[in-house]
């Protein structure tokens, strides 16, 4: 099959659009003459290409067969190949038929479209611009060097039609080796004849503008083929930079939303921080008022030791004088001795009764419901330091109150026992001193001498009871404290659910800016890891 026939019928070509390329690239009548009279193409260079023609087609098959002999044995040039939907074989007679058609084109612009759809169709196949031009090389090297052949021909047939000439005109061949010495000339000089210079001169000359002609058109025949690559290097480039500007479009609608809610969230929290840091100066603060609130406690804690100590001292003075009563009580027995029962019951009674019993009753009710409610606070206390993570001066006032409960709960049933007996000792004294005081009356004078150790007795009493108002103004001391501390450890209490509630503010917040902040990632991602969508490959479509 003629090689010319199958030219431009590839599978490929279908995927190529001739017509539009030569106005892609600005290839128009105009700019191909430019071309060629930038490198010096010319009608001449035309003719000489037409005289080329058999020889480039004499030499088609083994210039074919040596371009892809060459092709075929690097790896890369050989995956070009296989993308291809024609085998070598076809190849080769497409490469057949563009060697002849460099001597047979008319070099007009349908001659030049014609190589911009090669060049196109080597460019779909992803072969790489280092690989086209540079399979000029081996072009030219198959080639000229038929043309060297054939220029030395020309040449060698010149020096022959010159002998043939110069043995007709100047007789001998004597006369033609003097020549080609020199030594036939008139004007005597050594050296080549000049018309025999002249002659190879021209041959020589001749046959290197043949060689221009070839390199001119295979030049303008690259420059169209390094268009179309440029083109669709810059094509594929201003897809890419739509493709990016595309996307950087999305991703800036896409984080605009975020980025201002990444604000708003941001004044939130600040807030928050700043609602945060008031309750917790308010804490402290707290802290402060509860522990001197404790000290308080304590101090108060201390006075009733030592009121205590001083009522114990007292009682002992109270039994001394007792004693001395009880001696004069038995100088009046004899007067007495109806009474003598009754009295010692009183004596008793008295040595017990170190204040009002009803008022020690009373105190001691209200201390212990002071202590109970102490009790819930402190335990109220406790439970909110562990919901707020455990530690803090909330949890040591909660500590120091469970103690404090402890010890004055202990302290209360002691004297709650204490003033039960005091009650009933005192009822039983009342009862014993009705009933003697007809008995009384008649031992009033022996009994005089016992009253005024008695008197002593009163006073030693007295001072006691005043130690118990002591201790009662203590306890009061005592129960401002608690409800002092009541109060602050309620007020820890609400800046502890006030700060729980801001940081779930803030944890919200949070969360809001960590979703934002993903968002913002993913969407900006996209900008270095989206890759660009490409057209599948037109080698893989056919």
Known sequence: MDPSKEFGLGGLNRFVEAASLTGEIGLDDDEIAWRKEFVGFDAEDERRLDDLEPLLRANQDAIADAFYDNLTQYEQTTRVIERSPKGVDQLKRTQKAYLVSLATGDYDEDYFTNRARIGKLHEILDMPLKQYVGQYGLYYDLILSRVDERVQTQVVDAIEDWVEEREATDGGLDRVVGALRGLGGDDGDDGLDESLEATVRDAIHDGMQDVLAVLRILNLDLQVASDTYVDSYSQRLERAIDAQRELATEVERDVQ???????????????????????????????????????????????????????????????????????????????????????????????????????????????????????????????????????????????????????????????????????????????????????????????????????????????????????????????????EISETVESLANAAESVASEAQSVASASEEQAASARHVAESVERLSTDPIEEQVPVYERV
Not at 295 to 316: G, I, L, N, P
């Open 257 to 483: 939303p975020p980025v201002v809610q990444l604000k708003q969230s941001s004044a939130a929290v600040a807030e928050s921080a700043t609602t945060i840091r008031d309750h917790a100066e308010g804490q402290a603060e707290g802290a402060a008022a509860a522990a001197a609130d404790v000290e308080e406690v304590s101090a108060a804690a201390q006075e009733v030791a030592s009121v205590a100590d001083d009522v114990r001292e007292t009682s002992e003075r109270a039994a001394a004088e007792a004693s001395e009563g009880v001696d004069a009580g038995e100088r009046a027995l004899d007067a007495l001795e109806s009474v003598e029962g009754t009295t010692e019951d009183l004596l008793a009674a008295a040595e017990t009764v170190e204040a009002r019993a009803d008022d020690i009753e009373d105190v001691v009710d209200r201390v212990e419901n002071l202590v109970d409610r102490t009790a819930v606070l402190a335990t109220n206390a406790k439970v909110e330091a562990k919901r707020g993570g455990g530690g803090g001066p909330a949890e040591t006032i909660a500590s120091e109150l469970e103690t404090f409960v402890r010890r004055t709960r202990d302290d209360i049933e002691e004297v709650a026992a204490a003033a039960d007996a005091l009650q009933h000792e005192a009822a039983t004294t009342r009862e014993a001193v009705a009933d003697a005081n007809d008995s009384v009356r008649a031992g009033r004078a022996e009994v005089a001498a016992a009253v005024d150790t008695l008197d002593d007795l009163e006073g030693v009493v007295d001072d006691a009871a005043h130690g118990m108002e002591e201790v009662a103004a203590a306890a009061d001391q005592q129960a401002r404290s608690v409800v």
